[in-house]
Structures are given as C-alpha cells and as structure tokens.
C-alpha cells in the first residue's frame, strides 16, 4: 500500500514539473472543486499553503536567499495560514475571494519556482 501511494505521489510530482517546466509554464492547485462546500475549499488552500512552507523549509530555502519580491510573497503565505476558516460562510463575496487568493498562490508559487530553480545563478540547480 505505502509503495503505491508513494508511486502516485511521484507520478503527481512529474506531472506537475512537466506543467510548470511546458510551453504554458503554470500548474494547478490540486483542490476540492466548486461542487464541495466553501469552507472545505478554503481549507483545502490553507492546508495547500502550508505544505508549501513546509516543503520550502525542508528544502532550505531561506527568505534571506530571496529577492524582496520573494521574501513578500512567503509573508503573504504565511499571513494565509493565519485566516480563520470558521467563520467562512458561503457567499458569492467569499467564492470570488477564494478564487482570487487560489490564483494568488498560483501565481506566487511560480514565482518562487522560477526564483529558485530556474534562476542561472542558482546554486542547487534543478533536480528531478
């Protein structure tokens, strides 16, 4: 069981490195769709961002290592992790909010990405 999820996990990862990496160069958040209730959604976003952090931290990437865009970027992730998810109510302000913000990490987490493994002058470089 551990060995086949670690499989899907992996086929998970190239998929995404070959959408980030293709000529669209962009990826999707893998989260609940629109038919599942709102504060699952948002849930599933923060719990999103907080993966993020975490794989950047085991990875060690240090915010000093990064531009001043960057650097804002993880602050603005981190301030996400700080949202209180329970008293989230369904709504179109809220939908269009968690919208917003889901493009918002898109978008944020390509730019860390390119920052720091697409960047020539990176010192890891680029693994697969």
């Keep these: ?18 959408d980030i990496e293709g000529p ?12 599942v209730p709102l504060e699952e959604r948002a849930t599933a976003l923060y719990d999103w961002v907080r993966g993020f952090l975490f794989a950047l931290g085991v990875l060690g990437v240090r915010p000093g290592n990064l531009s001043g865009e960057a650097q804002k970027v993880l602050g603005d ?10 008293a989230l ?11 917003e913000i889901t493009e918002f990490v898109r978008v944020a987490a390509m730019l860390l990405y390119e920052e720091r493994v697409l960047e020539p002058a990176s010192p890891e470089g680029r693994s697969r």
């Design 77 to 86: 992730f981190t301030q996400l992790t700080y949202l209180d998810l329970n």
């Design 89 to 99: 109510d369904e709504g179109e302000e809220n939908e269009a909010a968690l919208t």
């Design 24 to 35: 669209a160069r962009g990826f999707t958040v893998l989260l609940p769709d629109e038919t």
């Design 1 to 18: 069981m551990a060995s086949e999820a670690r499989a899907g996990l992996a086929q998970l990862a190239d998929r995404t490195l070959d």
